[in-house]
């Protein structure tokens, strides 16, 4: 009976993974190539957003519940706003993207299931790891020259949100364990519950019982672990029968070698995470500190909610990518790659007008202050160019995930974000005294912009040949024997133990 099972659900993906047509040589330029090219775009498009459709719906659906709760906290007060911003910006990532990925490409379904389990082991070590943050984030947040109330008030939220923070463990492994299987509907599904538990839970506490901003937090803590057990029940129930075979002693073998590449993707989306969350500590630094980070709170969020469709992309690409490399598609790793790209730009530049159109209604879900609006509006250019940047940048991050090159990635990143973004923004926001525009501007222009053109230029050089080759090399050596698993028997057979 499983072996049926194993084996309907084999075919279903076998679906997924077929070539986008067999290739020819036509002349270029002349109607049959223009045809295959459409077809193939088209055969690529509708595979990538069978990940990337139900993403948007699952992350807008998820950063919903921390706009939801944002927005209850500044309509208490600014100060209220600037503490549940900071100390909701405290921060993990893993292998699974890329081990994942490339084991379901390449039909070592049994090990999925042990991969997540070995992440659950690490990620739940660093949560101890950071939690010094979350304890001694008062103080912490006065050395670094925030405004004593809002420091203050920030370390009280900050205690709250320990539970949201080791969420976050499973969480996010679940997320990309039911993501490299293309049961991307499952998160959506999971995600909308958690955002009604998140609406309702907030409204209670802030509104009917009166908790203040602390309601707030506690309706953060629920609605998150909403979502881990959602999507636990849907895996442990069945759910998923060709890579999970329930708990295993095997997930605390080969955890120092696991450790090394999570703690690559960690970096490397760590160091972009913080950037901009630095953006928001500097910004605390400057004359009217509360207004300040209260506008670009708001920007930032604006630009977070829109940032789910790329980072959707991010998701879906990295799948793709690691699907097809996993595969040996080298060729159709590198298209899915153009499509994904082209696409996401598209979906940016429309964004990037609908800001400009409303730049003077953007900060009303938020706020009511005269002072905010209008700084909101001043920065309005800023966010458009920001959006448009991250339509491209969490792609070519996805491309770097799915082939396994989050270390280089993470160089990268320190040198474009920290080495020269950081400083340009201090000397234009500072020594040319041009506020919180010119720290957001230089650290936008000389850190993401950068480090978009390099990893275009990275990216654009690939062997993809050879990345498959050595994907489907990272698989042999990350895989073990599974008697029960029907796809590429012989040759798992002879893959060793990690």
């Known amino acids: 009976m499983m072996r049926s099972v194993n084996r309907d659900a084999e075919e279903k993906n076998d679906s997924l993974r077929q070539p986008l047509l067999p290739e020819s040589s036509p002349e270029d330029g002349s109607p049959v190539q223009q045809n295959q090219l459409a077809t193939k775009v088209w055969i690529e498009s509708k595979k990538l957003w069978l990940i990337v459709g139900p993403s948007i719906f699952s992350r ?6 921390n706009v939801v709760t944002q927005a209850f906290a500044g309509h208490l007060g600014d100060v209220q706003l600037a503490s549940i911003s900071i100390a909701n910006t405290l921060g993990m990532a893993s292998a699974l993207e890329t081990l994942c990925g490339q084991a379901f490409g390449a039909k070592r ?54 539970p949201l923070h080791f969420s976050f463990a499973f969480q996010f492994p679940l997320q990309r364990f039911l993501q490299c299987q293309l049961k991307t509907y499952v998160i959506a599904w999971v995600s909308l519950a958690g955002l009604v538990v998140n ?25 998150w672990w909403v979502l881990v057990f959602g999507m636990y029940a849907y895996v442990a129930c069945g759910g998923c029968p060709l890579t999970w075979t329930g708990l295993s002693m095997e997930a605390f073998s080969g955890l120092l070698e696991f450790l090394k590449l999570s703690a690559a993707s960690g970096v490397m989306l760590c160091l972009e995470n913080w950037y901009y969350r630095i953006l928001i500590l500097m910004t605390g630094h400057l004359k009217n500190a509360t207004v300040a980070v209260d506008a670009l709170s708001i920007c930032m969020t604006i630009n977070g909610w829109e940032m789910m469709i790329p980072l959707a992309f991010f998701a879906g690409t990295g799948v793709r990518v690691a699907n097809e490399l996993g595969a040996g598609n080298g060729k159709a790793a ?28 953007l900060a009303y879900i938020f706020t009511s202050s005269s002072d905010v609006l209008e700084a909101v509006n001043g920065m309005a250019f800023l966010l458009a160019v920001t959006i448009l940047l991250n339509s491209v940048q969490p792609v070519l991050s996805g491309v770097a995930v799915g082939s396994g090159w989050q270390a280089s990635v993470a160089y990268i990143n320190l040198g474009c974000y920290y080495i020269i ?10 020594v040319f005294k041009l506020g919180v525009e010119g720290i957001w501007g230089g650290m936008i222009f000389g850190g993401t912009g950068i480090q978009t053109l390099v990893l275009l230029f990275i990216t654009a050089r690939r062997d993809w040949d ?18 029960n698993n029907t796809g590429d028997s012989t040759e798992s057979s002879h893959s060793p133990r990690p």
């Open 60 to 65: 807008v659906a998820s950063f919903t519940m």
């Open 334 to 361: 590198k298209f899915a790659t153009q499509v994904s790209v082209a696409e996401s730009t598209v979906i940016g530049l429309f964004f990037c007008a609908v800001v400009m159109g409303f730049r003077e209604q």
């Open 199 to 223: 609406v309702l839970v907030s409204w209670l506490l802030v509104y009917v019982w009166d908790v203040g901003v602390v309601g707030a937090a506690i309706s953060l803590d629920i609605s």
């Open 466 to 483: 050879n990345e498959a080759k050595i994907a489907r090399s990272r698989v042999n050596k990350w895989s073990t024997p599974n008697p």
């Open 109 to 162: 379904y049994h090990m999925l299931g042990i991969y997540m389990q070995r992440s659950w082991i690490v990620l739940f070590m660093c949560c101890f790891l950071l939690l010094p943050l979350y304890v001694f984030a008062s103080p912490i947040l006065k050395l670094l020259g925030q405004p004593d109330d809002v420091a203050a008030e920030s370390g009280v939220v900050a205690l709250w949100l320990i």
């Open 421 to 430: 973004g950081l400083p340009l923004g201090f000397l234009m926001g500072w």
